[in-house]
């Protein structure tokens, strides 16, 4: 809250007593100094506070500055998003409203952003939830910028929502049986793991979804539980095989995630945009 008293000094009438005077501008003047003193003082109890892992990031952030939220309406991001952006940029030397301008860098200022999200020493639940708020706003301005790409383009083609990355990690899959179950008058879908372990390699993975190669026989419409190292993190999602595609060493399955768990998916994206190399 901005409290600008002393331009409201105009609207009383200074007395010919100067003592008066002397008491009333001492008057105004200690409040005008309590009131800087709190903010200043709240500023650094919050900065302590942020850095010796007390609090959560976000329950501390400064107002965001006009220029970096307007460069942030471009990408649909809120103004708590922009807020915690430009926190992260200004700790690691970034300037905020540069740190879009070189669509070639943005990567990189994002690594370096996230770097110090991962150095403050919050609480294991804080860090998830900083984590993966982070990763929403980095899938979002990487949405936004293929879209523009793509408009330069073909206006039949559209991006795909989130980036792809080549892999070639083992993967292990187990079939997942859906079964009808009456629960009172409702009938709700009962998700089984099946025991049975096939593996796979996967050929690329992306947040939402991944194809893989196989020598097992795999039917499209399916659902399976799959596991695999993203980089030196273990991932595991509950998938929907989309289609398959068959040759002369089997087949390769193309699966769209439906459920990742968030340590998972942190990690996915992390691994993805190549933050944890």
């Given at each position: 809250?901005?409290?600008?008293?002393l331009?409201s000094?105009?609207?009383?009438?200074?007395?010919?007593?100067?003592?008066?005077?002397?008491?009333?501008?001492?008057?105004?003047?200690?409040?005008?100094?309590?009131?800087?003193?709190?903010?200043?003082?709240?500023k650094?109890?919050?900065?302590?506070?942020?850095?010796?892992?007390?609090?959560?990031?976000?329950?501390?952030?400064?107002?965001?500055?006009?220029?970096?939220m307007?460069?942030?309406?471009?990408?649909?991001?809120?103004?708590?998003?922009?807020?915690?952006?430009?926190?992260?940029?200004?700790?690691?030397?970034?300037?905020?409203?540069?740190?879009?301008?070189?669509?070639?860098?943005?990567?990189?200022?994002?690594?370096?952003?996230?770097?110090?999200?991962?150095?403050?020493?919050?609480?294991?639940?804080a860090?998830?939830?900083?984590?993966?708020?982070?990763?929403?706003?980095?899938?979002?301005?990487?949405?936004?910028?293929?879209?523009?790409?793509?408009?330069?383009?073909?206006?039949?083609?559209?991006?795909?929502?989130?980036?792809?990355?080549?892999?070639?990690a083992?993967?292990?899959?187990?079939?997942?049986?859906?079964?009808?179950?009456?629960?009172?008058?409702?009938t709700?879908?009962?998700?089984?793991?099946?025991?049975?372990?096939?593996?796979?390699?996967?050929?690329?993975?992306?947040?939402?979804?991944?194809?893989?190669?196989?020598?097992?026989?795999?039917?499209?419409?399916?659902?399976?539980?799959?596991?695999?190292?993203?980089?030196?993190?273990?991932?595991?999602?509950?998938?929907?095989?989309?289609?398959?595609?068959?040759?002369?060493?089997?087949?390769?399955?193309?699966?769209?995630?439906?459920?990742?768990?968030?340590?998972?998916?942190?990690?996915?994206?992390?691994?993805?945009?190549?933050?944890?190399?």
């Amino acid at each position: 809250m901005n409290i600008f008293i002393l331009q409201s000094l105009r609207e009383f009438k200074i007395t010919s007593n100067p003592v008066t005077a002397a008491v009333t501008f001492g008057i105004f003047g200690c409040i005008a100094a309590g009131f800087i003193y709190l903010n200043a003082s709240q500023k650094v109890q919050n900065s302590n506070a942020v850095r010796t892992g007390k609090v959560d990031i976000s329950k501390v952030l400064p107002r965001v500055s006009a220029a970096f939220m307007r460069i942030c309406r471009e990408y649909g991001l809120s103004h708590t998003e922009a807020a915690f952006l430009e926190y992260l940029f200004k700790i690691a030397d970034i300037r905020p409203t540069e740190a879009f301008r070189a669509k070639d860098k943005i990567n990189e200022n994002f690594a370096a952003a996230y770097r110090v999200l991962k150095r403050e020493n919050q609480d294991e639940n804080a860090d998830l939830k900083n984590t993966m708020s982070f990763f929403s706003i980095r899938n979002a301005v990487e949405y936004k910028n293929s879209l523009a790409i793509a408009s330069r383009g073909s206006k039949n083609h559209l991006p795909r929502k989130y980036i792809r990355k080549e892999s070639g990690a083992e993967c292990v899959f187990y079939p997942v049986i859906t079964t009808k179950v009456k629960n009172g008058l409702k009938t709700v879908i009962k998700l089984t793991v099946n025991n049975e372990k096939h593996k796979g390699i996967l050929l690329n993975v992306s947040c939402g979804g991944c194809a893989l190669s196989t020598s097992e026989n795999i039917k499209p419409g399916g659902k399976m539980k799959l596991e695999f190292k993203a980089g030196r993190a273990s991932v595991a999602a509950l998938g929907n095989v989309l289609r398959v595609n068959k040759n002369t060493q089997g087949s390769v399955l193309h699966i769209q995630f439906l459920k990742v768990p968030a340590r998972s998916m942190t990690a996915l994206n992390a691994y993805i945009y190549g933050y944890n190399d």
